[in-house]
């Protein structure tokens, strides 16, 4: 039985990731090791959480010789690496701790990787190919685009937030172990995601939290920046995808061609809230606030998938109109969760962001 540790796995999209390797691979054993942040959230995934083929691990990845001991005890086959800070207005706040966690804490997984990949006798002359490490990394270590072109697996890292600094620092290191030590290992570079079990401090979940709830829905600056959007069930499939058949020390970006100005998306949602929510069309809109821009704020991104749409055959399985409306109904029916996250230490939060606005 194969086992492969999935990082970050309560989080928004590392529960989809383990939720669809746990339905799909029986014969896998999956690990999910996860810290439980704020972002961090069993409930993501009670729907797998006592399938025999999974274990969940709480653990932090910036503690070496706890990732050591880990690897030392499961002897992984493989390892889908997706535990970040991932905000970035967090990151304008406290950019150390996304130093620590998304560079110091890739760097202790590649070093127990190369370990207990490389370096144990009966790996030796192998070169570790079976092991792979696969690194799950985003579209804003490009930087922004102007009004046209798009993100390849060539443009140049520009990162700007200290969100993109430390996750483009991570790619580097990843790509680092493979040419120096011959680490097996793929990187992918996803544009935004959007779906179930989103973290309601990110644009689409809060917008419709504070919509339900009547409150004013905070848009940066002019609205005018563009995101490139992706179902995030899309972007469980291109890493499943990834992960069994890149070759090692390849590079793809994922992207779902589907770019909207944060305004436009904001009325196509005021739409279906409206309609959902049976209020007068009309209504949810008032609540759009113009707040002070995001410092350092990108203006637009915009992914080329199509290396691997060419060599792995991933393509996008919804309309961005047809997911969203999908996203909304989730939020609505699960209002449980989003209760017990939107109380308690999320009300601070957000109440102390929003006051300096
Ligand atoms: P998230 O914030 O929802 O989840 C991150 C998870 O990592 C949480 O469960 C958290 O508890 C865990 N974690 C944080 N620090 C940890 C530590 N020190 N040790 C162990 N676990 C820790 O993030 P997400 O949006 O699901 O993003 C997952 C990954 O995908 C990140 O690497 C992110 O950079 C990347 N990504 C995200 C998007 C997006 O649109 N959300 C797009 C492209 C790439
Ligand atoms: O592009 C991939 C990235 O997408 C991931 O790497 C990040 O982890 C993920 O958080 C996301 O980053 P963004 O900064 O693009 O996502 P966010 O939802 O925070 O913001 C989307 C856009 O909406 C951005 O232009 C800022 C704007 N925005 C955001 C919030 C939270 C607002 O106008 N108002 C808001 O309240």
């Known amino acids: 039985m194969k086992k492969i540790l999935i990082t970050g796995g309560a989080g928004f999209i590392g529960s989809h990731v383990v939720r669809l390797f746990v339905n799909k691979y029986p014969n896998y054993q999956i690990v999910n090791l996860d810290k439980l942040t704020y972002a961090g959230n069993l409930a993501n995934l009670t729907d797998i959480e006592k399938k ?108 700007h937030s200290p969100y993109s600094a430390s996750k483009a620092s991570s790619d580097h290191f990843v790509r680092a172990y493979h040419d120096t030590y011959g680490l097996n290992i793929a990187i992918s570079n996803c544009s935004n995601n959007y779906g179930s079990y989103h973290f309601p401090e990110k644009l689409i979940p809060l917008s419709i939290n504070n919509i339900k709830n009547n409150k004013p829905i905070p848009i940066y600056g002019k609205g005018e920046n563009i995101r490139d959007w992706l179902w995030v069930e899309d972007h469980a499939r291109a890493i499943d995808l990834i992960y069994h058949k890149a070759k090692t020390g390849t590079t793809y970006n994922i992207g779902g061609h589907n770019e909207w100005t944060n305004i436009d998306l904001i009325h196509l949602l005021c739409k279906i809230m409206d309609k959902k929510l049976n209020r007068t069309p009309g209504d949810s809109a008032k609540l759009i606030t113009y707040v002070k821009d995001r410092a350092g704020h990108d203006l637009r991104y915009a992914i080329d998938s199509s290396k691997l749409q060419n060599e792995l055959g991933w393509t996008p399985s919804l309309q961005f109109e047809e997911g969203l409306e999908k996203t909304v109904d989730w939020y609505l029916q699960n209002s449980e969760w989003l209760n017990n996250i939107t109380s308690g230490d999320y009300k601070k939060y957000y109440e102390k962001q929003y006051s300096k606005r």
């Not at 890739?106 to 190919?129: E, F, Y």
Request: hydrophobic share 35%; net charge negative.
């Open 52 to 159: 025999p083929n999974y274990e969940f691990v709480k653990g932090d990845i910036v503690d070496a010789e706890f990732i050591n001991n880990l690897f030392c005890k499961y002897k992984f086959d493989g390892v889908i690496h997706l535990a970040a800070e991932s905000h970035v207005d967090r990151s304008i706040t406290n950019p150390l701790e996304f130093v620590m966690t998304n560079v110091i804490g890739t760097v202790n997984l590649l070093n127990a990787a190369k370990a207990n990949w490389l370096q144990i006798p009966s790996h030796i002359g192998t070169d570790g190919k079976e092991f792979r490490f696969y690194h799950v990394s985003t579209d804003e270590v490009y930087g922004s685009l102007g009004e046209t072109g798009m993100f390849t697996e060539n443009t140049g890292y520009d990162p």
